[in-house]
């Protein structure tokens, strides 16, 4: 069973930027679409952005314009590019590829961004 490993989160001040990764644990395995999720505490886990195999992109609104989602088919690798950051984008980021009413991996732990000054 394939399985996704986030990296790259951290502590950053408001307006500042990071870039999450997301690694497959097989290169040779269809993950796509591949999405970016979210959870603060207290609240649900929230799609954030989605890329389709063929690079087809979808964002929140809260995120649009600040976010980039981008993928690599060949190392089954997703970025999330974060600019402007800002206090509400503080939370536990993950990854994973929606499919139907469920994913195609169990959650890993996620990767924390913390937006503070």
């Known amino acids: 069973q394939v399985q996704f490993v986030e990296s790259g989160g951290g502590l950053v001040q408001p307006g500042g930027a990071l870039r999450l990764s997301c690694e497959a644990s097989?290169?040779?395995?269809?993950?796509?679409?591949m999405a970016w999720y979210r959870q603060a505490p207290g609240n649900e886990r929230d799609l954030v952005a989605l890329i389709t195999g063929d690079g087809a992109t979808r964002y929140v609104d809260s995120v649009d314009g600040r976010f980039t989602i981008a993928g690599d088919t060949t190392k089954n690798t997703v970025y999330l590019q974060m600019n402007d950051l800002k206090p509400e984008d503080t939370a536990v980021y993950y990854c994973n590829s929606p499919r139907d009413t469920s994913f195609l991996s169990p959650w890993g732990q996620g990767t924390q961004v913390t937006v503070s000054s």
């Open positions: 097989q290169s040779d395995f269809n993950i796509w679409p």
